[in-house]
């Protein structure tokens, strides 16, 4: 390794009698040392790279859409058909946990009767139904 004294020529020499002459390692000097070899320029990444990070950001949203927006609707799609399936004597769960069974069915509204003993009867919104039994049974 080289190392080059860059020195600054007195007023009374010119720019041409400045000596520069490399110095080894165990002399000292107090001029400004630089290092000789050239700086080398980082190379810019390849193109194919650059597709590869738009493909994976690409890839991180389709499975964030999959994730919050197409399993939700699902679901739902689940729920509303299952709603819309109810009939007289079905056994249901509502999302409050009562157990019971339905008596009758009017537009968004049903009436389940959750005591057999003492008949006891109560409306329900037909959202409020969380899950049908008497399907899952069979």
Not at 12 to 41: F, I, L, Y
């Amino acid at each position: 390794m080289n190392i080059w004294i860059i020195g600054q020529a007195a007023e009374t020499q010119s720019q041409s009698e400045v000596p520069s002459e490399p110095v080894n390692q165990d002399q000292t000097s107090t001029g400004t040392v630089t290092n000789s070899e050239p700086n080398t320029m980082q190379k810019a990444p390849a193109p194919s790279s650059s597709y590869m990070q738009l493909l994976f950001i690409v890839g991180i949203f389709v499975i964030m859409y999959f994730i919050l927006f197409r399993e939700p609707r699902k679901r739902q799609r689940q729920q509303q058909q299952m709603i819309q399936t109810l009939k007289k004597n079905d056994k249901v769960r509502t999302i409050g946990g009562i157990i019971g069974t339905i008596v009758d069915v009017r537009g968004d509204e049903v009436l389940i009767k959750v005591d057999e003993n003492n008949n006891t009867k109560i409306w329900f919104a037909a959202s409020s139904i969380g899950k049908n039994l008497t399907n899952e049974t069979k």
